[in-house]
């Protein structure tokens, strides 16, 4: 039995379309019948070479329904509705694990990178790496929670800033339309931070209440005088990083949720005057995807997608990719 799938062939090469056998779950592991399958920029890292070895199926935003279940696993059955995130699973031996911080696991898995993720009819994952998809949310919705929707919320929510507090956005993006929507409903006050003033109707209707054009030369003076206790990087800026960080308030955190490309500048004695802090979070393990999809649907938390069938993945990695994309791509499978 053969399935429809995409594939980067070899390191560098082009996605291309093509069929390839059903694959078998080995022991711990469980099979997918997979109904959609969101599109991430992470998704470009296989295709340079974040990979364990080519030809390789990438897609690590996987949501759909448990077809065959192999050796080993007891909590789950054929039937259950799941997604999987970029946490593939880990090894629950090094310290990491032992201190329940999975995804920071040295020796942890990445679906779609470490194993053939969602670009394709039928992918297997290990039983630690499925997060469970709440009824009444549909597979297409799943899907960029497992990556966008888990990196912001489960980001803003462990920082314990004080809710009533005032946050700050930065980029409307896919991640960055998100993230609007967990602070608003986090209890925060929302200002978001973009460049151009066409992108304000659409921040305050994802719940911003302020709106701040960072292209006009008054931003960063407004931004300052409004003060955030913490401010989020969504886009993957270095001048917006370097910029922002002084218009955080006393004891604030700037939390940096974006892989920046370069390193950036700090001026030391200003974090230490304010006691402001820079924080990192590493998007979440199974047990917070499936918090994350909890929480959206009961506060009404949705990613604006564009769909697309799997024979057209292609056409969705580029079109993400040139960012023409409106926010997340979605491959949704035929039934």
Not at 47 to 70: C, F, L
Not at 75 to 91: A, S
Not at 193 to 216: P, R, W
Request: glycine share 12%; with cysteine; net charge neutral.
């Amino acid at each position: 039995m053969s399935m429809k799938c995409a594939v980067f062939p070899e390191k560098g090469g082009a996605i291309k379309i093509t069929t390839v056998p059903i694959p078998e779950p080995k022991d711990g592991e469980v099979r997918i019948k997979v109904m959609a399958c969101g599109v991430c920029h992470s998704d470009l890292l296989i295709q340079n070479g974040y990979s364990t070895s080519y030809p390789r199926i990438p897609g690590h935003e996987v949501a759909g329904i448990i077809d065959k279940i192999g050796k080993g696993v007891d909590n789950f059955k054929v039937g259950d509705k799941v997604g999987v995130g970029w946490f593939g699973g880990c090894c629950h031996e090094v310290n990491a694990c032992d201190d329940d911080d999975w995804v920071c696991c040295a020796k942890g898995k990445a679906c779609g990178s470490s194993y053939d993720g969602g670009y394709a009819e039928y992918c297997c994952a290990p039983h630690d790496a499925l997060a469970r998809i709440p009824e009444g949310m549909s597979f297409e919705k799943a899907g960029p929670l497992l990556c966008a929707g888990i990196t912001v919320f489960n980001g803003i929510r462990n920082q314990h800033v004080k809710a009533g507090s005032l946050v700050c956005i930065q980029g409307i993006g896919g991640l960055g339309h998100l993230a609007i929507q967990f602070a608003k409903r986090l209890g925060y006050e929302v200002v978001a931070f973009s460049s151009g003033a066409d992108k304000e109707a659409l921040a305050i209707q994802l719940g911003a209440k302020h709106y701040i054009d960072g292209s006009q030369p008054d931003a960063i003076k407004r931004l300052t005088k409004m003060a955030p206790m913490m401010v989020v990087i969504t886009g993957p800026s270095k001048k917006a990083v370097e910029s922002l960080i002084p218009t955080i308030h006393v004891g604030g955190k700037l939390l940096l949720l974006a892989a920046l490309p370069e390193p950036f500048s700090v001026d030391g004695t200003a974090l230490l005057s304010k006691k402001v802090s820079i924080v990192g979070w590493p998007s979440g393990d199974s047990r917070d995807s499936q918090d994350t999809m909890k929480f959206s649907l009961n506060n009404g938390v949705e990613a604006m997608t564009e769909t697309f069938p799997l024979e057209k993945a292609v056409e969705a990695l580029q079109k993400m990719e040139s960012g023409k994309v409106r926010f997340r791509a979605v491959l949704v499978m035929k039934q």
